[in-house]
């Protein structure tokens, strides 16, 4: 069998595996990236969040998943997380909890929020495709680094999904 045809094969072969993937995974300077993020800048982030919601909800930053191979250099920016996923959340929890009505919708329902990224799902620009509420988790699937000026979208899908569903 020729080099192409094998690696064809291989390829086929890697998309009828359940549970395989495409995604290169991050190294040891993407890990020590997202996790220097995680202790330096993400519990001022959290806290904005919680602030926003109007209570301490329970956030979980899912760094495996966010750490992209190469890309450990940006990790700090404000463009790679902070404009892409926690801004929109934060103005969308904001927009939610300005009114007693919905502070208290909040409180009684939002249990938990999970920011990941999964490249098989996570929408390129449908950012609503990328967000789901469901029993009392809010889950946020949005690739880092991109479409860094989408926040009124990506804000707009979390209201509409929050807003459906509490």
Do not use: C
């Amino acid at each position: 069998m020729s080099n192409f045809r094998s690696a064809l094969m291989a390829g086929v072969l890697l998309l009828l595996v359940p549970g395989a993937s495409h995604a290169q995974e991050a190294g040891l300077g993407e890990r020590r990236a997202i996790a220097a993020y995680a202790k330096e800048t993400w519990p001022s982030l959290e806290k904005a969040i919680q602030t926003a919601a109007g209570f301490a909800v329970p956030v979980t930053l899912d760094q495996k998943s966010l750490a992209l191979p190469g890309l450990a250099e940006s990790y700090a920016s404000d463009d790679y997380l902070r404009k892409t996923i926690i801004d929109p959340l934060i103005q969308s929890l904001t927009d939610i909890a300005s009114s007693d009505i919905g502070k208290d919708a909040l409180q009684k329902k939002l249990k938990s929020i999970v920011i990941h990224y999964d490249e098989a799902s996570a929408p390129a620009s449908n950012y609503a495709d990328g967000v789901s509420f469901a029993d009392g988790v809010l889950t946020v699937n949005w690739k880092p680094f991109t479409n860094v000026d989408d926040i009124q979208p990506r804000t707009k899908a979390l209201t509409t999904e929050l807003e459906q569903k509490l």
